[in-house]
């Protein structure tokens, strides 16, 4: 009988230590297709963001801003409008910090104000039941995207970064976010025709939940 697999070897797959981005590899990237002046407004959002989040860490114990930014680069290496770079900067400042959606309008315009407020509304789904929780995540999805598609893909930009970095989280709670990235967020890359994404959630999400299964089938 084989033993059992030790965390640590359960999320050898996982980059506990990705690359560390910078506000000029963001702006590197997004000077290849976006105006000089659209590229600007982007490090003025991450400055916003940066102080938005002073003080806010990871469970990793890395700075909170390394997350804004991560998902910010995944939204400019699928080239989207600057607009929606600035949102997945800027999307969890309603939500965890004392700025409002009348500060971002202020600050950023109200197009990107709507898209964090968007990404917000989502964020605080709560359900009663697993099954409930599938309809209404995608009710609620599907809603917004009929106002905004790039709400739901900063979203899951968003959750794309949290399922690469999920080493530091406890193993139920590791276990709960890759279920619901399977059963919610796979589907609906699925859909919206982001293939490599889809991808790499279902892998990612599979490790977690079938360590073994993912060794032999990679092996």
Same mark, same amino acid.
């Given at each position: 009988?084989?033993? /059992? !697999?030790?965390?640590?070897?359960?999320?050898?797959?996982?980059?506990?230590?990705?690359?560390?981005?910078?506000?000029?590899?963001? $702006?590197?990237?997004t000077?290849?297709?976006?105006?000089?002046?659209?590229?600007?407004?982007?490090? /003025?959002?991450?400055?916003?963001?940066?102080?938005?989040?002073?003080?806010?860490? @990871?469970?990793?114990?890395? @700075?909170?801003?390394?997350? !804004?930014?991560?998902?910010?680069?995944?939204?400019?290496?699928?080239?989207?409008?600057?607009? $929606?770079?600035?949102?997945?900067?800027?999307?969890?400042?309603?939500?965890?910090?004392?700025?409002? @959606?009348?500060?971002?309008?202020?600050?950023?315009?109200?197009?990107?104000?709507?898209?964090?407020?968007?990404?917000?509304k989502?964020?605080?789904?709560?359900?009663?039941?697993?099954?409930?929780?599938?309809?209404?995540?995608? @009710?609620?999805?599907?809603?917004?995207?009929? /106002?905004?598609?790039?709400?739901?893909?900063?979203?899951?930009?968003?959750?794309?970064?949290n399922? =690469?970095?999920?080493?530091?989280?406890?193993?139920?709670?590791?276990?709960?976010?890759?279920?619901?990235?399977?059963?919610?967020?796979?589907?609906?890359?699925? =859909?919206?025709g982001?293939?490599?994404?889809?991808?790499?959630?279902?892998?990612?999400?599979?490790?977690?939940?079938?360590?073994? /299964?993912?060794?032999?089938?990679?092996d």
């Amino acid at each position: 009988m084989s033993a /059992r !697999p030790s965390v640590a070897s359960e999320l050898d797959f996982i980059q506990e230590s990705e690359p560390k981005l910078t506000i000029d590899d963001l $702006c590197f990237a997004t000077a290849n297709y976006l105006e000089p002046e659209q590229v600007e407004l982007i490090r /003025r959002a991450y400055s916003f963001a940066e102080n938005s989040h002073e003080g806010q860490t @990871r469970r990793s114990g890395e @700075r909170y801003i390394t997350h !804004p930014l991560a998902v910010a680069h995944v939204l400019a290496m699928m080239h989207m409008d600057y607009e $929606c770079i600035m949102a997945g900067l800027l999307h969890d400042v309603i939500e965890d910090t004392d700025f409002s @959606r009348d500060d971002l309008s202020a600050g950023f315009g109200e197009e990107v104000a709507e898209l964090v407020e968007g990404v917000t509304k989502l964020a605080k789904a709560t359900f009663k039941t697993r099954e409930h929780a599938q309809a209404e995540n995608l @009710r609620k999805m599907l809603l917004a995207m009929s /106002r905004d598609i790039r709400v739901i893909i900063v979203k899951l930009a968003d959750r794309l970064h949290n399922m =690469r970095t999920l080493g530091h989280l406890r193993p139920a709670k590791r276990r709960r976010i890759a279920v619901e990235t399977l059963d919610i967020y796979v589907p609906i890359a699925q =859909r919206l025709g982001m293939n490599l994404m889809r991808c790499e959630l279902e892998d990612l999400g599979f490790h977690v939940l079938h360590p073994l /299964r993912y060794r032999v089938l990679a092996d």
